[in-house]
């Protein structure tokens, strides 16, 4: 059934591949404070059940088995995490200009004390704490990366109210 009718979809879920499953679930619940819905879990490669061929549909035949982990945030969005056993263990290299997804933002009104928990559990602080309004508004963000160098973004109030009509005023 086709229909002309035009809403904004809500966004369900992101998923990051990570090195080692097990480090990630840790870092995403301790620091992030995500909630695990699903303990880390292999998945092989079969045609016997509905996860394993949509896995061959997505993935293709060029692996075995991988393992996956679901988290949710404060808001119900999900986190699903991956680790492929033969896959690269690096992240690639920053490249904004480059077609593809250029980050992922949480918020936190506690940007500094998140900050320095992702910075203790091996991750990176990539900028200084900005102002979007300095003097006028509360609004900071900055750039991090978490331990595999994976990129996100922190802001301290939510992305409706910092770009807001009005938000860039000064008054």
Not at 34 to 48: A, N
Not at 60 to 86: C, K, M, R, V, Y
Not at 103 to 126: C, M, T, W
Request: net charge negative.
């Amino acid at each position: 059934m086709k229909t002309d009718k035009k809403y904004p979809r809500a966004f369900s879920h992101i998923g990051i591949t990570v090195p080692d499953i097990k480090k990630a679930v840790q870092f995403y619940s301790d620091v992030m404070g995500w909630y695990v819905i699903m303990e880390p879990s292999l998945v092989k490669k079969e045609k016997e059940t509905a996860i394993g061929q949509m896995c061959i549909d997505v993935f293709g035949n060029d692996w075995e088995e991988f393992e996956i982990a679901h988290l949710a945030t404060s808001d119900g969005i999900g986190i699903e995490l991956f680790s492929f056993s033969h896959g690269v263990k690096e992240a690639p290299a920053f490249q904004p200009f480059n077609t593809g997804l250029f980050h992922f933002s949480v918020q936190d009104p506690e940007i500094e004390n998140l900050i320095e928990q992702i910075v203790a559990y091996g991750g990176k602080q990539r900028m200084p704490i900005r102002s979007y309004y300095p003097d006028h508004k509360p609004f900071k963000m900055c750039y991090v990366e978490d331990p595999f160098g994976i990129v996100f973004e922190i802001y301290t109030h939510s992305y409706e109210l910092t770009y807001s009509s009005g938000a860039y005023s000064s008054n």
